[in-house]
C-alpha cells in the first residue's frame, strides 16, 4: 500500500442525522438568534463540567478576548502563556491592551513549564493563561497554587481539552474561567463557536455583558420601560446564534461516546508506533485522562535520515492530512516586530521542529488507523 484512496484528514466533524433535525428544528422556531437554545447549550455545558455559570460565544477566540476583559487585564499588564498554541492565546491579551510574556514548555507534556512561569513572573504579572494542548490538562494544581500566591488569574485555555480530566476533575472545574471551542476539528462543534465556564459571579456578569454590546437593563432603563436599555460600557457582538447553540445540544449528548473513541484510537497509535526507532509517542501528565484533540509524535530526523518535510509530503501525497501543530506563536511576524526573538523558549523551539500531527478523530476506524501507520512506516524506509 502507497497511497490512500480517499484524504484522510487530521480532524473533521461528527454530524449524524439527530444534530440535523436539531438544527432543523430550531430553523423552523421562531428565534434564529437571542433565543431559548443559548441558554440550553450554556446549561449543558456547565453541569457537564461541574460549573456554576457558562456564557457562549461566536467563537472560542471572542471567548478569550471576553474572558481578558472581565480578569480586568488592561495597559501595562503582563500575561504569561505558552508559545506551542494557536495564536489566540496570546492575542487575546493584546485585544485588551496587555502585554504577553511567553514561557517556555515542558519536554515531556508539551504543555507550559510551571518552572518557567516561575521565572517570568513580574510586579506586572496579572494573569496565566495555561493552554490543555492537545486535550492534555496542563498541571493545573500547582499553576494554581502559584497563582494563590502572586494573586493572578487563571483563564484556561481548554480549546482541545473539552471531556479531558485532572486528578478525577473535569477540566473545565479547575481554574477561575476556562474557554472552550467548538470548531469542526474540536470535541464537539458547533460549526464556530465557543464558551467560557467558571463559578465566579462577577466574571459571569462581565462576561454577559461584554459578548453583547456592553448594553443591559438597568434600574433607570427599568423605570424608563420596557424598550428602554442603556451601554453601560463597550462590549462586542460576540453572540453565539441558537442554531449553533442547537447543534452543541445535539452535539454534547455524543461527547461521552466522542472521547472514549479518541482514547482507543490513540491507544492503537500508541502501541503500533511505541517501537518504532526514531519516533517518539505522546506522554501523558500521571493522573490525567487526555481527551485525544491531537495526536502527535517527535520526529528524531537523525535516526530517519529524512527531514519532517521529506515525511510531511510524502504523507499528504498518500492522501494522508498529516499537520503541524503548532509554529511557535512569538516567530509570527506580528509577535517579532514587537520585539521577540528566536531562542525565548528553546524548549518549545527544538520540540518544534520534530514534531508531527497524525489523523485522529472519532469517524476514523482502526483500520484506518493500521493504513496511516503503514504508509508512516513506508515514508520511513
Known sequence: ????????????????????????????????????????????????????????????????????????????DEVITTPITFAASANCVRYVGGDVVFADINAQTYNIDVIDIKRKITPKTKALIPVDFTGQPADMDAIMELAKRHNLVVIEDGAHSLGAEYKGRKVGKLAHMTMFSFHPVKPVTTAEGGIIVTDNRHYYELLKLFRSHGIEQTAYAEEQGAWYYEMTSLGYNYRMTDLQAALGVSQMKKLGDFIEKRRKLAKLYNELLC???????????????????????????????????????????????????????????????????????????????????????????????????????????
Open 275 to 381: 517501537d518504532i526507532d526514531g519516533i517518539t509517542i505522546p506522554y501523558q501528565l500521571e493522573n490525567t485522562q487526555s481527551g485525544w484533540h491531537l495526536y502527535l509524535i517527535q520526529l528524531n530526523e537523525q535516526s530517519i535520515g529524512k527531514t519532517r518535510k521529506q515525511i510531511f509530503e510524502g504523507m499528504r501525497a498518500a492522501n494522508i492530512g498529516v499537520h503541524v501543530h503548532y509554529i511557535p506563536v512569538y516567530w509570527h511576524p506580528y509577535y517579532q516586530q514587537r520585539g521577540y526573538q528566536r531562542g525565548l523558549c528553546p524548549v518549545a523551539e527544538k520540540w518544534y521542529e520534530g514534531t508531527l500531527t497524525l489523523p485522529l478523530h472519532p469517524s476514523m476506524t482502526e483500520q484506518d488507523i493500521k493504513e496511516v501507520v503503514s504508509l508512516l512506516l513506508n515514508q520511513l524506509q
Open 1 to 76: 500500500m502507497n497511497k490512500r484512496e480517499i484524504f484522510l484528514a487530521y480532524g473533521q466533524q461528527n454530524i449524524d442525522d439527530d444534530d440535523i433535525a436539531a438544527v432543523v428544528e430550531t430553523l423552523k422556531s421562531p428565534f434564529l438568534t437571542t433565543g431559548p437554545k443559548i441558554a440550553e447549550f450554556e446549561e449543558t455545558v456547565a453541569a457537564y463540567v461541574g460549573a456554576k455559570y457558562a456564557v457562549a460565544f461566536s467563537n472560542g477566540t471572542a471567548a478569550l478576548h471576553a474572558a481578558c476583559f472581565a480578569a480586568g487585564i488592561g495597559k501595562g
